[in-house]
Structures are given as C-alpha cells and as structure tokens.
C-alpha cells in the first residue's frame, strides 16, 4: 500500500522517517538502538548470551533495559540509549555494530481467476490433503481480525506438526481465536512503546487484533479461505479466495496506528518468525533503500533465507520516480504491482456534451437524473488552498448543491469528499496528478464521486473554469470485468534502478495491486475515517502492500508442488515464466506515461503461476552466493558480519564480480564505453533438453554475445554455465536506458530474462 493502511489516495498516512521522537532521562535525549553482536565472541564466563548482552549493557548505562533479545534474524539486542552511549557501547567487545532504530511504513475475488488459479489448472497445485495445507504463510503487518471468514478452517485437517508457532494473548484476543487456518498471531510492541507511550488500549488492542484493516487484507489476500458471496457494498461480487487458500497462516503484528512500523519491532517479529518455522515471510512495509548492512529488512530477510524460507516484499509506491524501489536485497523477491481486468467506473457527463469515464466505489442514493451546476473548489473559497479541499476552506453558499471540482493533494480522497459534503455538495471530480496519470484506483467515497485520469481532469478543469454556467452529472456504473488493455503497470508502483546496487534489476516482477477486494476488520470503516460509521467483511485497496502478498501465496504454491526448491529456485520459476506483453504481442503498458513498460518497472514481467509450476530452467543460488556477493560489493568483514551473523572472509587472490550472482536477470550499469562481463548457471528441473539462446537488444548501442549458444542437457538437475558478453558504446546520453531480453527455449519452455542497460558518467 502506499505509505499508509489505505492507498496513497485515501487515508491517514504512516510518514518515513527516521526517528524524531525521543525520551528524557536524567537530562539526556535517548533514542532505540539495535546493537549486532558476534555470537562467537562471547566470553567463557557467561553461559547465556542474554547475561553477556546485559554485562554489556551495563558497561555504558546502569539504568539501561533490554527491549528485545535476538537470536535467530540477528544475534543481538536492542535498548533505548543516548548517542554518547551508543558510540561507548560501539568500542565494547563483541560489538560488530549499533544502528539506530528507523520507522518503517506500511506500503480477492477477481486475482485467482485473472492468474490463472481457477477450477480449470486446480490440478496443478495440491489442495486440503495435500502438500499446501502445510505451508505456514508468515504476514508482517498491522494484525489480524481472526473473526473474518477468510480465517474459517472448515475442511483443515491438523496443524503441521513443523509448525513451533503460537498465539499472544492481549486486548480482545485470546488464543483460542486461532484455529487451524489461522495457526499463529503474535504482536510486538516494545519498540513502538518506548517512542509513543503505552499502547492506548482504547482506541488500538495490544494485541495481534487489526483495528486498521490493512493486515488482514493482506493475509487474506495471500492465503485467504474460499469465501462465497464476498463484495464491498456490492462491487466486486463473487467468491474471495487468497491465492494460497488451502496455506495456513501466521500473523506478526508489528505495525501500530499512530506509531508505525519501528525496526526493533520488525526485527523481533523476523526472529521469531524464523523460530516458528514459518515457510514465507510476506512483508508489505519498506523504508528508503540504505546499504544493506543497515537495513533490517535485509538483514533479517538473509537470516530467513538461510533456513529456506521465501521472503515476499513491496517495491514500494513511490513511482514513477526513477531510483524510488525499496528492499532491494538480492535475497529478497521485490515486487511491484499492476491492474486486474477489472474496473469500477463511474461515468461523467459535461454540459457540452463530453463524457469521460472515472472510477468509483461510492454506494448510496444516486445523484439526480439532470445536470448540476459545476464549481471549481479554488473558486468557492477564499482560502489559497481552497482548490485542495482541505476542510472549512469551502464556502457553503458557493457549493451547496452543486458537483465540486477538488485537485488532489494533501488530504486524502476520501477526505475531500468529506469536505465537499459537509460544506453542501452533491458530488464530487477528483483529477489525477501528473505522478498518477490515467491510473484509476478505486475509492469508496462518502458521496457520488468519481477520480478521473489526468487527460481528462485537463479537459474537465479547462471547461469549469472557462465556460459561464457548468454543468456536469456523475453516474456510477457498478463493476466491469475482462477489461483490456490488462494488466497494466500501476503508476504508483516504485521503479529502478536499483540504488544500492544499480547491476541488480530491481522490482523482480509485478503482480495483481490495484482495486484488490480483501479481507477487512470489524471496526474500522472501508475508509478509515472515523465519521465513516460504515463497516464491511471485506474492502477494496490499492498499492504494492497488495502485489506482495499475491507472491508470498504463489511462492507458497510452488513450494507445495517442489518443497525441495530453495527461495532462489522459486524467485526464479517466477521471474523467468513472467510476461511481458498481452496476447496481442504488444508490451505491457504503464499507465503513468500510457507508453510501453519497461524492465525498470515490471523486472520480469507479470507472474504467470501456471507456467512457474514447470520453468525448464532456475537459477539458483546459496548462502555463499550472496556473501561472495557482497564481497564483490567491497563489504568490510565487519559488514558481512552485520548481514549475515558470520565471520566471512573474502579471498584476496579472488576477483569478485557483482555480475557473477546467478540472478535471473541482467542490469548493467554503464560508466565508460567497453565490454561487461556476466556469468550465469542454469539448472535443469524438466528433464533432458537442448535449450538455444535468442537475444534481443532494442539499440546498436548494446550488442550482446552469449556463449555457448546452445546448452545440452542429459538429466534432470544438471547444471550448465554460460557468460554474456554486454559490448556497450557511449552514443547514448548519460541518463539514458535501453532494454532487451535473453531467452532460452528447448521448444516446450521458454525461460526469459530481461535486459536493463543504463548510462551514467
């Protein structure tokens, strides 16, 4: 989701930041600390790591506690400090680093069918009695609401006995509201607690309960029970179902209302998650993209993918910007997000007869039958904001029964309408910005209300604005399906170049993340405000928050089918089956530009399950891997340690590459003119074949030569090498990007991967 429990257009946002507030002790400011340790240099007269983190601790501070303790996605702890502490604690023996805490923020009926996941491939993937009903999804988010219907564990037979997790008790939760769907529900609230204060039980349950609704949208989205009759005021009727139904699920609750997602908090949620034994971890949060020996996400994601578990997260929405991905660690599957083939338009009719399609999900009394007098907010107030709709900046007698032309910005969507009703309107147009483009996301307004595209809220604004009487009338037409072009590239969803490390192609690939009806709490309305009194099973939102859990539950399938295959083997089947283009053969539009999309914004392509299931080829890769990796990154062993809790020691008479990890993908970031190296091993899982290579390269400025050109495979699990050679001239401009693909075929599968080249110097 965008930044927020809701979608960038809707409601209260959870800023990123690093983190301002503070407590005062004994006059000095103090603020979190996560401090990483090396295990294997605690000294022999402590026979608990626990007591030597506490003789630490002691060594800087007397009045100092331990918040958490972490054994597994790190071996440290985290404690409230002052910076002066802090550097004292950084010279103690067996501190490898201490790193300030950072605030995170929290970026279906039709999916299941649009993927290819209806009756028609069921047999492609296990169901009840098969090997799906032992996969534990773990969801990284705001709670859960456990009285949900996607959480019923009708037909569920034992729970796995892998499975070492359990349920805290706390507000308005007990254990017993976890069953054999719902297997796990844990909370974590120490990090946030020494910021704000003690959770306001009042208005938030400390406990793993979701009073915002965004985790159990997600959880139900990646692993939802079969629900008939799902809808949210009756858009999107039919039957939900996550994408991994028949998965059980884990809840990790680690985001609070008013307070965020705090780094101590997400980092002990990753460590027990690892000691539940969790099979996916779906995180919808992010935070700017840092080097990833400060990143928790990254570092508790390496700790995860060592003991074989997936790790799903959002790219994050801060597209169409270049350089706007988020959690870009290799060892991570990045995603970002597209449409569905399903609308919810709302019809606007001009006084001069024009008519332009928007969106909305507005359920109530319909507007009347005729055209109304159309105003221009910035023209009925005497605010200079007055065109924003923020609220008491309307003049009533100047709206009052009449549709209102808002802008977008600053307050939400849903909030605007708000204003406009309170002041005395019928309805509402909300034109998309420049970032959003023709981008149509769906909002369930307090009023008849439509968000148009930018190309036509140009058209509307120039005609309210110029013409003596405007009119307009707005029709909401219900729900639409096997809408065309889809999918689209979503304009909110984060872009590359990677950069923290621009050879690696970031998102991996996109997934279903725009209108996606869920699973919703109990007590919060569809749109979080709180003069909203609406309150519904299930909500429609938008924003990579979506597309995330989509992946976690395809990575869930695809391990119930080969539960031998590690993360890298799963990211791979899925990145190198994505597509790219429609049935038609033209690419994948994004809909910022409504231009061709590129491998900086879809990596791979869409996923494409049924095709995952037999990729041909993987690519994959080891621990090892990764930290020969970050020896090619030039990573101090101080900072291997920090990732990966291990004395690693790079081999100087070795040449480390960054073009060498075996990613299903290729990035190759341009500095001087001259030939770039890549290597690739390919293993094979579909048997004996003889696989040729077909390269594509949409500029003369980039030739590119793989050798060999045809690989031969005898047995199933074989491997075979080959290198690319990236012969790169300087006739582009700096700044400039050029695209391309590698494929292989034995003429039953094709295995794709894309091609980004970009020039800086």
Known sequence: ??????????????????????????????????????????????????????????????????????????????????????????????????????????????????????????????????????????????????????????????????????????????????????????????????INGPVDESIESRSPRDDTGHGTHTSSTAAGSVVEGASLLGFANGTARGVASWARVAIYKVCWRYGGCLSSDILAGMDKAIEDNVNVMSISISEIAVDYYGDIMAIGAFAAMERGIFVSCSAGNRGPSSYSVRNVAPWITTVGAGTIDRDFPALVILGNGQ???????????????????????GNASNNDTGNLCYPETLIPEKVKGKIVMCEDGGNSRVHKGEVVKAAGGLGMILPNTADDGEELQAVAYLLPAATVGQKAGDVIRNYVLADPNPTARIVIQGTVVNVQPSPVLAAFSSRGPNPVTPNILKPDLIAPGVNILAGWTGVASPTGLDSDTRRVEFNILSGTSLSCPHVSGLAALLKSVHPQWSPAAIRSALMTTAYKSYKDGKQIIDIATVTPSTPLGHGAGHVSPTTATNPGLIYDLTAVDYLDFLCAMDYTA?????????????????TYSVADLNYPSF???????????????????????????????????????????????????????????????????????????????????????????????
């Open 1 to 194: 989701m965008s930044s927020s429990f809701l979608s960038s257009t809707t409601s209260f946002s959870i800023v990123l930041l690093y983190l301002g507030a503070c407590h005062i002790s004994d006059g000095a400011q103090q603020s979190t600390y996560i401090v990483h340790m090396a295990k294997s240099q605690m000294p022999s007269s402590f026979d608990q790591h626990s007591l030597w983190y506490e003789s630490s601790l002691r060594s800087v501070s007397e009045s100092a506690e331990l918040l958490y303790t972490y054994n597994s996605a790190i071996h440290g702890f985290s404690t409230r400090l002052t910076p002066e502490e802090a550097d004292s604690l950084m010279t103690h023996p067996g501190v490898i680093s201490v790193l300030p805490e950072k605030r995170y923020e929290l970026d279906t009926t039709r999916t299941p069918h649009f993927l290819g996941l209806d009756v028609h491939n069921a047999g492609l993937f296990p169901e009840t009695t098969g090997a799906s009903s032992d996969i534990v999804v773990g969801v990284f988010d705001s709670g859960v609401w456990p009285e949900s219907k996607s959480f019923a564990d009708e037909g569920y037979g034992p729970i796995p006995p892998t499975w070492k997790g359990g349920c805290d008790t706390g507000t308005n939760f007990t254990a017993s509201l976890c069953n054999r769907k719902l297997v796990g529900a844990r909370f974590f609230a120490r990090g946030y607690e020494e």
């Open 667 to 761: 990035a190759v970031y341009v500095d001087v003119a001259g030939e770039y190296k890549y290597t690739r091993t390919v293993t094979s899982v579909g048997g004996a074949g003889t696989y040729s290579v077909k390269v594509t390269s949409e500029t003369r400025a980039v030739k590119i030569l793989v050798e060999p050109a045809v690989l031969n495979f005898k047995e199933v699990n074989e491997k075979k090498s080959y290198a690319v050679t990236f012969t790169v001239d300087l006739s582009k401009p700096s700044g400039s990007n050029s695209f391309g693909s590698i494929e292989w075929s034995d003429g039953k599968h094709v295995v794709s991967s894309p091609v980004a080249v970009s020039w800086n110097y």
């Open 638 to 654: 101080s900072d291997i340690e920090i990732v990966s809790r291990r004395n690693y020691t790079c081999d100087p008479s070795k």
């Open 355 to 377: 008519n332009y399609t928007g969106a909305s999900l507005f359920k109530g009394d319909a507007l009347p039958p005729k055209l109304l007098s159309f105003v221009y907010a």
